[in-house]
């Protein structure tokens, strides 16, 4: 079939503003197989433009608007210009970091000849560095607001564009929705103005960075054999300074994945969530005899943790570090709000009860959890921390990482690990076991059509636990703004809830069980966990079955 003339007149014409050679040469490659009536992608790429989403602009690498390329990324910047223009901070700085995926200098670039061009001070950061260091150089230098380049955890054909405001918080409606509407405004890209390449933040904020990090740690124990990777990603030479500095031995660091490299080579995903990324870091912890793993996604704002059990390693589940690092930051009475997403898990909030600090739920996504004001920690089951609201509003895995590996090394001086840690707090608290349940779809259409099917036909029980209470998260609730999500409240405590993903095409969901543990009994919290997982199982395949159609065995 012929593609429309309309659809072709749209790729010539996007083509034709293209300063990029390669998407421009992909682009009229499409256009003349459409044109002998071939299949192409063509329609896709033109099917709507990359829109804000959990963490900004996130798509694949590619010629069109529905593509990550320089005349999306040139545009955005030329819409987040005329926002701060708009909103009073015109001629203000804007600091611009990048991570090493494909074309991420290359956005940045132009993102700081757009500023410069339109009037703003272009700060770029020295090299290929972490997100959260980014976000703090937001705030240390005082910028109206910042840019990474990052597509953070997604495969290699991705990238993406996270932007932040003055607070060095990402934006967040209706601030997102008002840079929408400047980018669609903005005309021929040929017409913008562009400026110098901006300076160079000095190497300077590096420092400042890692002794603002290393020094979230006390005095105390430092005996600890860790073994770390970057995945592939650019978090290797931060981690090592701060450990080093905090007085850690350097960690033995998969040598396979220590540096930059844009392809990812050894995994699948290079998503620490994913099954099989952390299994080179397992292994060489195995043949180490090593007290912990830790790691971190690509751009280095989350942390991944894995401890040694009876059966070899195992990863902790986000909301495991998540209430280890709440544990820690209590106890050493760090006062103020302790904030977690409505996905992660209800224990937080039971945590900060008893420490009588204030709690609270927010949307999915550090751009929300990072603004909650009087915020003394918050986390997301996803494996984001923010350890040091102060000085960085968005999560960080390089200040958890070095939490993670003090509070271990400080367990360790005691003849104890993570795992009793986590018991403990069964102890005191309930078991809260939580899983996840994601489905990956090629055709993004099935996303909407699975929320469609749940919303038309609710479970009424899953996993043998009565489903006492449906929300639908899209008509916004007292606590929280309308998101598309859809929440079960079953028996026993437990609870799930359904959402597509905002930074990949994915539906995910998020489960939750409540077991107590039996007081006095010397296995109790063993009992609960296996208990636990039995149910987190049990609700797993009724999902699989009510929300994806697919057999329970799948
Ligand atoms: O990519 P990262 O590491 O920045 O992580 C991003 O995506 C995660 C998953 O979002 P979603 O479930 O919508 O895909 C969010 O939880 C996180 O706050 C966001 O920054
Ligand atoms: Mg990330």
């Known amino acids: 079939m012929t593609a429309p003339t309309e659809l072709i007149d749209q790729a010539r014409a996007w083509a034709a503003e293209d300063p990029d050679e390669q998407t421009r040469a992909e682009l009229e490659a499409l256009v003349a197989a459409a044109e002998r009536g071939e299949e192409t992608d063509l329609a896709d790429r033109f099917a709507g433009t990359l829109e804000f989403g959990t963490a900004g602009l996130r798509g694949a690498l590619g010629a069109g608007p529905n593509r990550m390329n320089r005349v999306v990324v040139t545009r955005a910047a030329a819409g987040l210009a005329a926002h701060l223009r708009a909103t009073g901070h015109a001629g203000g700085s804007v600091v611009i970091g990048y991570d090493a995926r494909h074309n991420s200098d290359v956005f940045a670039r132009d993102t700081a000849e757009i500023m410069t061009g339109a009037g703003f001070k272009a700060l770029v950061m020295p090299r290929t560095l972490p997100t959260p260091l980014l976000a703090f150089a937001i705030r240390e230098l005082g910028c109206a607001a910042g840019v990474m380049v990052t597509a953070s955890h997604n495969p290699p054909q991705d990238n993406g564009y996270k932007v932040y405001l003055g607070d060095g918080s990402q934006i967040v409606p209706p601030a997102d929705e008002q840079i929408a509407a400047q980018i669609a405004a903005v005309g021929a890209i040929a017409d913008l103005p562009r400026g110098d390449a901006g300076r160079p933040v000095g190497e300077e904020i590096v420092d400042r960075y890692l002794d603002t990090v ?20 650019v978090g290797g030479s931060t981690v090592a300074q701060v450990l080093e500095t905090a007085g850690f031995e350097a960690p033995h660091v998969v040598e396979e994945q220590e540096h930059p490299d844009p392809e990812f080579p050894t995994v699948s995903f290079p998503n620490p969530e994913e099954p099989g990324a952390m299994d080179l870091a397992m292994a060489l912890a195995a043949r180490q005899r090593a007290d912990l793993v830790v790691a971190n996604d690509p ?18 589940r986000g909301d495991e570090v998540g209430a ?20 992660s898990s209800s224990l937080l909030g039971k945590m900060a009860a008893a420490a009588g600090q204030p709690h609270e739920e927010t949307l999915t996504g550090f751009k929300w959890i990072g603004r909650v004001e009087g915020l003394a920690f918050g986390y997301e089951e996803a494996l984001g921390y923010c350890c040091d609201p102060e ?58 059509a699975t929320m469609d099917r749940l919303r038309a036909a609710p479970p009424q029980a899953l996993g043998g636990l009565a489903v006492e209470r449906v929300e639908d998260l899209a008509q916004g609730t007292d606590l929280l703004p309308p998101t598309d999500g859809l929440r079960y409240s079953l028996a026993e405590g437990a ?17 939750e069980v409540v077991v107590p543990v039996e007081e006095g009994v010397e296995d109790g919290v063993d009992a609960a966990r296996i208990s636990a997982a039995g149910r987190l199982d049990a609700i797993k395949a009724d999902l699989r079955g009510v929300a994806f159609g697919q057999p329970a065995e799948a």
């Open 324 to 343: 280890l690092l709440a544990h820690h930051l209590l106890a050493r009475g760090r006062a103020g709000t302790y904030a977690n997403s409505i996905v």
């Open 495 to 511: 609870r799930v809830i359904v959402r597509p993903s905002g930074t990949e095409p994915k539906v995910k969901c998020y489960l």
């Open 299 to 316: 751009d280095a704002d989350r942390c991944a943790v894995a401890v040694p059990d009876a059966h070899g390693w195992r990863m902790l």
């Open 391 to 448: 000085h960085v509003r968005d999560k960080d895995g390089v200040s958890a990482l070095l939490l993670v590996c003090e509070l271990a090394a400080q367990a360790r001086a005691e003849g104890r690990t993570l795992t009793d840690l986590l018991d403990d707090i069964a102890r005191t608290h309930g078991l809260h076991a939580t899983d996840q349940l994601s489905v990956r779809f090629e055709d993004l259409s099935e996303i909407a």
């Open 214 to 233: 290393a020094g979230l740690a006390e005095d105390g124990p430092r005996e600890l054999s860790i073994v770390y990777t970057p995945l592939h990603g």
